[in-house]
């Protein structure tokens, strides 16, 4: 009896999916959040703050496109819904909201899309909220707290949504866009990122743009002939100081450096969204969330 108890605590103290570096520690502290944040009280209380549910959308443009390719190509790109506890319901509601407005033709999902457990309340909202945005095609890659989980359950809400969810794999997008390929990469922290597999077939593409939960997919696609890359993970430190200043950023070599933003390695830029949610408190200082709007049009000749 008192090992099958044990056994009881194990599995809860380990994550729930393939993702690495989940440590027993970690484990503790979001059991404990979980008993803490029954019945999601914190974003509900963060919500009640004026203006904590404003989003801006940030838009960019990229002369990117190949000189064939006569018709602009309009991305969506939203990151770090982080459904759960700590991320306040009227805040994804704006964010949503925005989504449906932006005329996009390619909605694009950086993953992070719950803080705790994939249960099956967390699983219908995200697959309502998704499947609502009248965008026609949708691509997404999965986070570190998906892979923590039984992210299983979050590529089925995903797909029943109508989203490609795209792990170390690329699709081609349909005319007139058919030169264009969307490379997913899996998440490089926790995750097993395979470039070779995620370029697989698009030698011949007149673009690749990158799409990855985190800012250091960027050392595993840049120099390989990938342009653009989209990605979330940081949360622009979400507590950080005037100026703004993080501080504290997730570990890895890029995502200590773009805490949000446009930036550059070698060849590659990459574009950092601050994403919608928050994980472990429910707050933002200084770093608002975001979605993004990338339009791209084609090279100059
Ligand atoms: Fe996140």
Redesign the pocket.
Known sequence: MSRSIAARWRDRLRAGGRGGRYSPARGMVELALSHAYARDWPGRLWQRVPGTSRVAVVEHRFALLPAGVRRPLRLAFA??L?LGPTTSPSVLDVAFEQLGTLRADVLLLG??YVFLEANAARMAELHARVSAVPIPIKLAVL???DLWTTHGDIEDALRRAGVDVLVNRSVRLPAPWADVAIVGLDEPWTGTPDADLALAGTEDAGLRVGLCHSPDGAVSLACRGVPLMLC??T?GGQIALPGPRPVILPPGPYSQRFAWGLHRVGEMQVLVSR?V?T?ELPIRMHAPPDILVVDLVPRPD
């Open positions: 990151s770090d982080h993953g992070d986070g570190n707290h979330g993970h949360h994403g949610g994980t």
